[in-house]
């Protein structure tokens, strides 16, 4: 099973169109895909309590459990905040590290998709995740995709440009056979 996360809470965001674009492209190639949206985190996940894990939410859990736990592979979608990825994300994945540590990240396998208004894509994004991911002991894809100047390559009705399409086309093939 393959999970898609996407890696902002921000309301109406372009990273979560291009998250379904790789669930809707996937489910076509993989057995079973599904997508997890940051948007859709516990209100109460962050605080205190997420350096326990007897004190996790039966909710945060129940994320944990079927997008990191069940899967074998995850693909993280990032938009690029401030030149690097969203704090949201971070403190996601520092909440889930909590519980069930090895499991949810050790030799688990990563791809990384970087959306971004400008021209670079979140690569500094992706690279600083890779060395987050690296070092809670996961596998990342060295192909990383990063998405430029994507109010370009995004129409309103969800649709990409033909370059962009074919880049994640290919991304997908590749992260496939990883």
């Not at 996360?5 to 895909?33: D, F, M, Q, W």
């Not at 596998?139 to 033909?162: H, M, Q, R, W």
Request: aromatic fraction near 10%; charge should be neutral; glycine fraction near 6%.
């Amino acid at each position: 099973m393959i999970s898609i996360i996407s890696g902002t809470n921000r309301p109406g965001n372009k990273t979560l169109k291009v998250a379904e674009l790789y669930k809707s492209k996937l489910e076509k190639k993989a057995e079973k895909v599904q997508l997890f949206n940051l948007e859709d985190l516990p209100k109460d996940f962050c605080g205190p309590s997420m350096y326990n894990a007897e004190e996790m939410s039966d909710e945060l859990k129940a994320i944990q459990d079927k997008y990191f736990l069940a899967a074998d592979k995850i693909i993280i979608v990032s938009p690029e905040y401030n030149g690097c990825f969203p704090g949201i994300l971070k403190t996601f994945i520092d909440a889930i590290s909590i519980r069930e540590y090895k499991a949810t990240f050790s030799k688990r396998k990563f791809g990384l998709v970087g959306v971004a208004s400008g021209k670079a894509g979140n690569l500094f994004g992706m690279c600083s995740l890779t060395i987050i991911l690296n070092h809670v002991g996961s596998y990342v894809f060295p192909n990383k995709l990063p998405i430029s100047s994507i109010e370009k390559c995004l129409d309103e009705a969800g649709n990409l440009d033909t370059d962009t399409n074919n880049a994640i086309e290919s991304h997908i093939e590749a992260f496939l056979s990883f």
